[in-house]
């Protein structure tokens, strides 16, 4: 086993080593203060830094415009498949969501506690193996938003363009946020876990316009209200401290790789070298469609479910971890995130090309 | 500035050294695994060990019957205000509250989001300065329970025994949760934000009778709802990692300690060095009542606010940090959690008597 392996989860996934190696030192001493990180008053001047210095880098790499609230939330994205609705929805407004996966189904399953939804397009025949076109589907005009996935995760596909439409756009960029530059202005809501492209699990981003912080039915618990975060600087509770520090470091570790237009090339390159390998291969089968293809989680198949096995097993023992498929899926799945290394993926191409020499 | 200070924080807490310690060295490579703990999936063998661990180890340390789930959570104890009676009231149902400080009051107004909520007691008038005795109060007979908050951080009170009533309780523990022994059976919900007694921010314990899984409205979301974490064994979605993983350590750390009955007598040491030199000078006045302080929170007051700042101050600079008190109160409150080393009491107590000497 190597000193480091290469992780390809889809999540939690890898995170830059010097951002790991500056958080074993915060934990024990903060900046030599005599306390660790996590023992901080998050309402001390020096943890309150620690978030703002976080919400500024975010705001400076994603270019977020003044009149959007960023929000250090709990509970993952899943939490906010209801936010969303609960907050946006009054009782029989209308909504539109396209269904590109299991994480869009579930969004969709508890929009329509609170709406009335329309499911516009689904990709569930072909086992989500792309996304739509514009002229793939129609955005209900009495539609308060749409919503989309912009990368599936499971089925390793992107929208490379967003939907045009004059519908403000919600959406859950859990696994490629921070990928590529972005037009915030087209958005009422960004939602993203941190644990693939950001940091660690527990904080969940929401980037959220502020002309939407009051709609909320009065029926609505604080705490799942957007505006009560909003008004209290994601301090209206005990936010989670570590993961907000962590997503801190992350972005200053991007900032120095050039930022999101950083990210985005170098993301082009490894998935490029993988896809490559994939079409370079009859053994080798990827599971996307070519224009909905993910530069953020590669899947592909082999001739049988026994050499997927053999293969996955195999990478493991020298240190490519983490290549299983998800089980809705099958097969193998390489996620490549902003902080993995290139190096990684030129390995596992080598193995691939290996492994199919031995075994085709 | 000593090596480390003395963190009287109220929470996020002071945490057990050898656990910062083994957290730092985790974070960049877990048990040698060449991964990071932060980056490994939650689904992984290793981490659901980590889970598994953890709950085993509350359970044994708790004395958890068999009948109760174990979840870890998001959102802060401040989201289990609606949790729990999105859970367990159906429109048109009772239950009873005690009002015993702002976190007390904070879940009785979005407890009347849900149903008929009666307040049975309140301390508000004294500025929380004690909690009821069982003659104080009469749970109203359609009450599906009675909802305490065991420990009140900001006033310094606590409840020494729990309310003797043929209803269920429910209460909110984050500031003393694994400081005494408890009969888990007398209750149907316990919860509790980690970062007071069991680690950092980002992790809520909640504790749920079997039998109250299914109690929730069919219009509650699925992250909302209890059934959805105890069916999935707290892995519906990404769990907070980190905290669970840092709840396990602190949980061994205590184990060693002699559990909770350790701590109680140790807590009870700590309380009692600091509440004999408040009673026993007239420069420092105690704010809670006598028949109910706290072994957790001691709040004081010196003669004037502009005393008090100053020992605020003089403290932090001899490395006694965190001793202002909340704002609704003032003065002075040292909070000392199991964590808490007992030398940092002494210590104190030192400071107090040596700063009275000087200032009366």
Chains 1, 2 share one sequence.
Not at 50 to 67: C, F, G, M, Y
Not at 127 to 146: G, I
Not at 195 to 206: L, R, S
Not at 231 to 260: A, E, H, R
Request: contains cysteine; hydrophobic residues 40%.
């Amino acid at each position: 086993m190597p000193e480091r392996i290469y992780n390809f989860s889809p999540g939690p996934g890898t995170m830059p080593q010097e951002v790991l190696a500056q958080a074993a030192k915060d934990i024990v001493n903060f900046n030599d203060k005599g306390i660790g990180l996590i023992e901080m008053s998050h309402r001390s001047k020096e943890f309150m830094a620690v978030t703002d210095e976080a919400e500024s880098l975010l705001r400076e790499l994603l270019d977020i415009p003044a009149n959007y609230k960023v929000l250090f939330m709990q509970g993952g994205a899943s939490s906010q498949f209801a936010f969303v609705p609960m907050n946006l929805l009054a009782p029989g407004q209308t909504a539109t969501y396209l269904n590109t996966g299991v994480w869009a189904k579930k969004a969709i399953k508890e929009a329509e506690l609170f709406g009335d939804i329309k499911v516009a397009y689904s990709s569930a025949d072909s086992t989500y193996n792309h996304v739509p076109k514009d002229s793939d589907y129609t955005v209900d005009p009495a539609s308060e938003f749409l919503y989309l996935v912009s990368n599936n995760t499971i089925y390793g596909t992107q929208f490379h363009e967003f939907p045009k439409t004059d519908k403000m756009l919600v959406c859950d960029m859990s696994s490629d946020i921070l990928s590529r530059p972005l037009d915030i202005s087209r958005f009422g809501i960004i939602f993203a876990g941190a644990q693939k492209n950001m940091g660690p699990a527990g904080v969940t981003i929401a980037i959220v316009r502020e002309d939407l912080l009051n709609r909320a039915p009065a029926t609505v618990p604080t705490m799942f209200r957007y505006k009560t975060h909003a008004d209290k600087g994601s301090m209206f509770n005990t936010p989670p401290c570590f993961g907000i520090y962590c997503v801190g470091l992350v972005l200053k570790w991007l900032k120095k790789q050039g930022g999101v237009k950083g990210m985005e090339k170098l993301n082009q390159e490894k998935a490029a070298l993988l896809y490559a390998a994939i079409d370079s291969s009859e053994f080798y089968r990827g599971h996307a469609q070519v224009d909905s293809r993910s530069p953020m989680n590669v899947t592909f198949n082999l001739p049988t479910p026994e050499l997927e096995a053999q293969f996955v097993k195999e990478a493991t023992t020298v240190g490519l971890d983490g290549l299983k498929g998800h089980r809705s899926v099958g097969g193998c799945r390489a996620s490549i995130y902003n902080a993995f290394p290139k190096q990684g993926v030129i390995d596992l191409v080598a193995f691939m090309q290996e492994f199919e020499k031995k075994n085709s």
